[in-house]
């Protein structure tokens, strides 16, 4: 019995992370959109970008959504997964 509620607690923890396994921003010498600022915005909700000042180029781009392809070093792209969180942020 001791062993179910252990394994119930340890899933109850793992189902509250919010940050994805794959989550991502450009490492410090491709940082040309100055996205490090923004890595704890990693793992929230995509609403959470609304509270957040964002000068410059932005581009929210979400799952199956069409971008062009057009290189821009200095625009932020917030990539939005399919639970609505924010999963990665890139420079492009």
Known sequence: MKVFLT???FTCLL???TVAPNAQ???GGQDTCNAAPYANLIGQDAT???R???LGQV???RPGQQVT???RPERINFNIGPEDRIVAITCT
């Open 7 to 9: 394994i119930a607690l």
């Open 15 to 17: 189902a509250c992370t």
């Open 25 to 27: 921003i450009p490492p």
């Open 48 to 50: 959470a970008l609304e």
């Open 52 to 54: 957040v000042l964002l």
């Open 59 to 61: 581009r929210i781009i």
């Open 69 to 71: 392809k057009d290189f």
